[in-house]
């Protein structure tokens, strides 16, 4: 499952057939699980990320693939949704999530913290980076309320991912809104697991 890390792209050919998927999607949804666990890192009550990667990001259109059955129609579509989440080789990105169970008190939170994803930043050291949020839609509406979910990249430097990949530097992820200011620490297995995205 876990692919070669110059797989920047996904493409047709990387697609199982469908019931080959069918067959399979028992223990390569296992697989994926395992893959993800040390890529979610909570940040504060209720935000959440989820750092992508081409193995993700496979897993997740050979799942709507078989869900939804579309085809090769759909599987364009899949791709050109999915394909920028990819990390280029030079980035980490991440689906970042904002999770409350109860509908009256999630709405009433995204109301108060539009523009938030412009406050989202990963520290190497104390060497900020500020997450530079997808293009794809607007994800704070004209009223100024936030989208619950949020996808974001993080640009290095070479200086930064060589940092990143030292391990000895410290490496913080955090939320920098006047409605939600909170930060975590990445442990070390995070931080091996996001090293592979890098070139």
Request: glycine share 6%; hydrophobic share 35%.
């Amino acid at each position: 499952m876990i692919m070669p890390r110059e797989k920047r792209v996904i493409q047709k050919e990387d697609i199982m057939p469908l019931d080959v998927y069918t067959q399979q999607r028992k223990e390569l949804r296992k697989k994926i699980v395992e893959f993800k666990k040390h890529r979610r890192i909570p940040v504060g009550p209720y935000a959440t990320f989820y750092f992508e990667s081409f193995e993700t990001m496979l897993a997740q259109v050979q799942e709507m693939l078989y869900i939804e059955k579309g085809g090769d129609e759909q599987l364009k579509d899949e791709l050109t949704a999915y394909n920028p989440l990819v990390p280029n080789g030079k980035e980490l990105t991440a689906t970042l999530m904002f999770e409350i169970d109860n509908p009256i008190s999630r709405a009433a939170f995204l109301g108060k913290v539009g523009g938030i994803e412009e406050k989202v930043y990963l520290k190497v050291d104390n060497d900020s980076i500020k997450a530079v949020p997808e293009q794809d839609v607007d994800r704070t509406s004209a009223e100024g309320k936030a989208s619950s979910v949020q996808f974001i990249h993080f640009k290095f430097s070479d200086e930064q991912i060589k940092n990143f990949k030292s391990n000895n530097s410290k490496v913080e992820i955090g939320i920098d809104h006047g409605e939600y200011s909170h930060s975590t620490k990445l442990n070390d297995v995070t931080i091996k697991s996001l090293s592979a995205d890098f070139i």
